[in-house]
């Protein structure tokens, strides 16, 4: 399983991104608005700091209703793609969505369809030629429903019937979810950066370093 970091903080992105183990970046309209700069120049400041990264994710916003409308936001979308061929048009998973993921998808322009919630959606997504698609887990489990199986089943699914979009585990909330949906097939975890932190750690390795160090200052320099 891959990770792409969940955030439009390109702080957070750096970080990620000097540590080694980034494949790519999610965003979505909450994510921009949080960090309180336009859309388009912080899609262009990520895509400038990580060129090796198979996907930017930049999400349609929130006006752009028909599949005419995404379709027209993708275009200058792409545009802003100077640096490299990694930007994803993310859709949203409505028939909309869909209708511009097939239209970009025969382009060749990568897609990702979000706010997946069943195995349905996921199917239709595949068969719209979504390169990503994106069931959110944490939102699941929020209303007391499993949203590692929920990947689970989507990756069942597009074993059985070969189909080749990957799934990205979004809405990934905690440790336990990582090395879970890793477990239950997902092609990628699109994580915040205070968990990559989290699953970095683990109190026998300060402990161990601590020993480690204090053991050096006994041995002979
Ligand atoms: C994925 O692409 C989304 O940006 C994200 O994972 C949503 O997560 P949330 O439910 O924590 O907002």
New binding site residues.
């Given amino acids: 399983m891959k990770f792409f970091i969940?955030t439009a903080n390109l702080t957070d992105i750096k970080k990620a991104y000097k540590v080694g183990v980034l494949s790519g970046v999610?965003?979505?309209p909450?994510?921009v608005a949080k960090e309180g700069v336009k859309f388009e120049d912080r899609i262009a400041e990520i895509l400038r700091e990580v060129p090796e990264v198979e996907s930017v994710?930049a999400e349609v916003t929130p006006d752009a209703v028909t599949a005419e409308e995404m379709i027209a936001q993708a275009n200058e979308l792409i545009k802003i793609n100077d640096y490299d061929k990694n930007i994803t048009i993310k859709l949203p998973m409505t028939l909309a969505g869909l209708e511009a993921c097939r239209y970009l998808a025969n382009k060749g322009v990568k897609t990702n369809v979000?706010l997946i919630f069943t195995v349905n959606q996921a199917l239709l997504a595949a068969r719209a030629g979504a390169t990503y698609v994106?069931p959110?887990l944490?939102?699941l489990d929020d209303i007391s429903e499993d949203g590692v199986q929920l990947v689970a089943k989507v990756a069942e699914l597009f074993r059985t019937h070969n189909l080749s979009a990957q799934i990205?585990a979004?809405?990934?909330?905690h440790p336990d979810h990582v090395t879970r949906v890793a477990m239950a097939g997902a092609h990628i975890a699109?994580i915040p950066f205070s968990v990559i932190e989290q699953i970095s750690k683990h109190p026998l390795t300060d402990q161990g370093m601590d020993k480690f160090a204090a053991d050096w200052k006994k041995s002979v320099q």
């Avoid at 979004?170 to 909330?173: F, I, T």
């Fill in positions: 969940d999610t965003t979505n909450s994510l994710s979000t994106s959110f944490g939102r990205i979004a809405s990934v909330r699109t």
